[in-house]
């Protein structure tokens, strides 16, 4: 049982920065907690989810090759929050976007976990 709970969606013209927020009701990243990982995915109407960004326990990250080099994925450990800093924001960006968190339990299964979405709207 994860709640994740995302903010700092909103509307913006071409050319502006969004920075979106994702907290954890429990930590993600740990030593004992090697396998798991935190993302941000989008979901347009009409489309599949897609990955954005994501960031592993180790600190490992990965973009969407449409976001590379315009959005930039960290986190606060201490905090157990997500960031997701948009720039350079383009119509194609806007969607719903989610927070993902995956657990891995070690020698065991993973599990997926959301956050309710923040809207993202570019305007042109």
């Known amino acids: 049982q994860v709640q994740l709970v995302e903010s700092g969606g909103g509307l913006v013209q071409t050319g502006g920065s969004l920075r979106l927020s994702c907290a954890a009701s429990?930590?993600?990243?740990?030593?004992?907690?090697?396998?798991?990982?935190m993302g941000w995915y989008r979901q347009a109407p009409g489309k599949q989810r897609e990955l954005v960004a994501g960031?592993?326990?180790?600190?490992?990250?990965n973009y969407a090759d449409s976001v590379k080099g315009r959005f930039t994925i960290s986190r606060d450990n201490a905090k157990n929050t997500v960031y997701l800093q948009m720039n350079s924001l383009k119509p194609e960006d806007t969607a719903v976007y989610y927070c993902n968190a995956q657990i891995q339990v070690p020698q065991g299964p993973s599990y997926a976990y959301w956050g309710q979405g923040t809207q993202v709207t570019v305007s042109s």
């Open positions: 429990r930590s993600i990243f740990s030593i004992n907690a090697m396998g798991n990982a």
């Open positions: 960031i592993t326990s180790g600190g490992s990250t």
